[in-house]
C-alpha cells in the first residue's frame, strides 16, 4: 500500500507533501517535508561527492595520449556517480531532503596526500539562495587537475516521481604530466527521476544523457537507463569517446553503481566503482567559523539525528530568520552580499567556447559561472 515505508504517525504529513508537491514551482529545496525523510547534511557538503576517489582524479594527468586522457576523465566521472546519487540510500536508507544551505554557507576540506598523489582540496560556498546555486572549486595542485563548477537544480512532479533537471556545468583543467598543453573539459549533468516517492522510500536513478566535451576536439557522451533498457539492470549506461568529426573511437558499457567494461558486456573491465570510498577530510566543528556548514547547522543535525525534532526547528527557525533580517538590512543599506570565495561572470568563456565544440548543440550558447578565486585557497572562512 503507498507510504509502506513512512512511518505510521508521519502518514498524513507524508500524504500531505506529496499534495504540496503538485503545486511546487521548480524549487522543492525550500518546502517542508515530514522529518523521517530529512537528512542532517546541507547540500553544500555534496561537491565532496566528485572526489571520493582522490586517485582517479589525480591519475588523469598521467594520461599519454589526448585519449587517453579522455578515457580517464570518463572513468573519474563514471566513478563519482555512485558517490553522488546512491550515497544517501546506502547510509540512511533511502534518498533523503538535504538541509537548504543559507547564502555564503561554506564548506571545506580535503583528501590527504598518500603515496605521492599530491593532496586534495575542496572549497564549496552557497552563492544563491533562491534559488539555491552552490559553487565550488577542487584541486589537487600536485597532479595539475582541478575543477570548477556550480549547481542548481529545477524540480517538477509528475505523479509519481520527481523530475530534476540540473542546472550549473563544471569545467575540468588538466595539466598533462607528458608536458603537453593544458586541456580543459566541460562536463554538462545528467537528469535525476527521484522513484518511490509514494511508498516513502525515494531512490535516484540518472536518465537522459550528458556529455564531456574536451578542447582537444574529443567528446564523451554517456547514455542512462533503469532497469529493462539496456540490460534489465537498474543503474545503467553506455558511453562513448568520439573525436571532432563524430567519429566513435571507443565505447564503454555497463552499471554505474558497479562494473562496467571497455566496448560490450564481456569487454575488460573499464572500471568497478565498489572499491572503497575515501570521505573528505573536514575540521572539527569546534574549529570552525560560523559560515562552515556543520558548525552552522549544528543543533539542527543533531535534532534530526536524535529524532528531537523540536530542537531542529527551533534552531532551523533562528538561522531563517537570522538571514532575513541580513536580507532586510542589506536593501535599507543598499549593499549587496559579497561572495567569498568565487566572482560571478555572466557568460563562462570555457563554457561558451566547449559548449560550441559539441555536436548536439542543445545546451545554450552561454552559461554563468563563478569563478574561483586562487588567492582565497588560503582563506579560511568569514568572521561572523
Ligand atoms: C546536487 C548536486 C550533486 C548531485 C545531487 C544529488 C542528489 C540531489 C541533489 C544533487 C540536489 C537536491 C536533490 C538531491 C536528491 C534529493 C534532493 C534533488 C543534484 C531534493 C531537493 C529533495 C527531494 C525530497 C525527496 C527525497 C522527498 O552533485
Not at 537570522?322 to 561572470?345: A, G, I, M, S, Y
Request: charged share 25%; glycine share 8%; net charge neutral.
Amino acid at each position: 500500500c503507498s507510504g509502506a515505508d513512512v512511518p505510521q504517525e508521519q502518514k498524513a504529513g507524508w500524504a500531505s507533501f506529496i499534495k504540496s508537491l503538485a503545486q511546487m514551482t521548480g524549487d522543492l529545496s525550500s518546502m517542508t517535508a515530514p522529518p523521517f525523510i530529512l537528512s542532517p547534511t546541507s547540500l553544500t557538503e555534496f561537491p565532496a561527492y566528485w572526489c571520493e576517489h582522490p586517485n582517479l582524479f589525480a591519475e588523469i594527468s598521467e594520461g599519454k595520449t589526448e585519449q587517453d586522457r579522455m578515457e580517464r576523465v570518463l572513468r573519474w566521472f563514471i566513478d563519482t556517480l555512485s558517490a553522488q546519487y546512491t550515497t544517501r540510500n546506502e547510509k540512511m536508507g533511502s534518498e533523503k531532503k538535504p538541509l537548504n544551505p543559507v547564502l555564503g554557507e561554506l564548506f571545506y576540506g580535503i583528501w590527504p596526500d598518500l603515496n605521492g598523489r599530491g593532496e586534495t582540496r575542496l572549497i564549496v560556498e552557497q552563492v544563491s539562495h533562491h534559488p539555491p546555486i552552490t559553487a565550488y572549486y577542487i584541486e589537487n595542485a600536485k597532479a595539475g587537475v582541478k575543477l570548477q563548477g556550480h549547481s542548481g537544480q529545477k524540480t517538477s512532479f509528475t505523479g509519481t516521481a520527481i523530475n530534476v533537471k540540473q542546472s550549473g556545468h563544471a569545467v575540468l583543467t588538466v595539466q598533462p604530466k607528458n608536458g603537453q598543453k593544458e586541456e580543459k573539459y566541460l562536463i554538462t549533468l545528467p537528469k535525476l527521476r527521484i522513484e518511490g516517492i509514494i511508498w516513502g522510500s525515494p531512490y535516484i536513478e540518472l536518465t537522459d544523457t550528458n556529455a564531456i566535451q574536451s578542447s582537444t576536439g574529443l567528446t564523451a557522451q554517456i547514455d542512462y537507463k533503469g532497469k529493462g533498457y539496456f540490460s534489465g539492470k537498474s543503474h545503467s549506461f553506455k558511453a562513448s569517446i568520439a573525436n571532432a568529426s563524430g567519429k566513435s573511437l571507443q565505447t564503454y558499457e555497463g552499471q554505474w553503481t558497479g562494473k562496467s567494461h571497455i566496448g560490450g558486456s564481456k569487454g575488460p573491465i573499464f572500471l568497478d566503482t565498489t572499491v572503497p570510498k575515501e570521505e573528505v577530510t573536514v575540521r572539527d566543528v569546534s574549529q570552525q567559523t560560523e559560515w562552515e556548514s556543520r558548525k552552522l547547522w549544528v543543533n539542527v543535525a543533531k535534532g534530526i539525528r536524535t529524532g528531537n525534532y523540536d530542537e531542529a526547528g527551533k534552531d532551523k527557525t533562528r538561522i531563517e530568520n537570522e538571514q532575513r533580517q541580513r536580507r532586510k538590512d542589506e536593501t535599507t543599506n543598499n549593499t549587496t552580499w559579497e561572495h567569498l570565495h568565487f566572482t560571478h561572470v555572466d557568460s563562462d568563456p570555457d563554457y561558451q567556447f566547449l559548449s560550441a565544440l559539441l555536436h548536439d548543440k542543445l545546451t545554450p550558447a552561454h552559461e554563468d559561472a563563478y569563478v574561483f578565486k586562487p588567492e582565497t585557497m588560503d582563506v579560511v572562512g568569514r568572521s561572523a
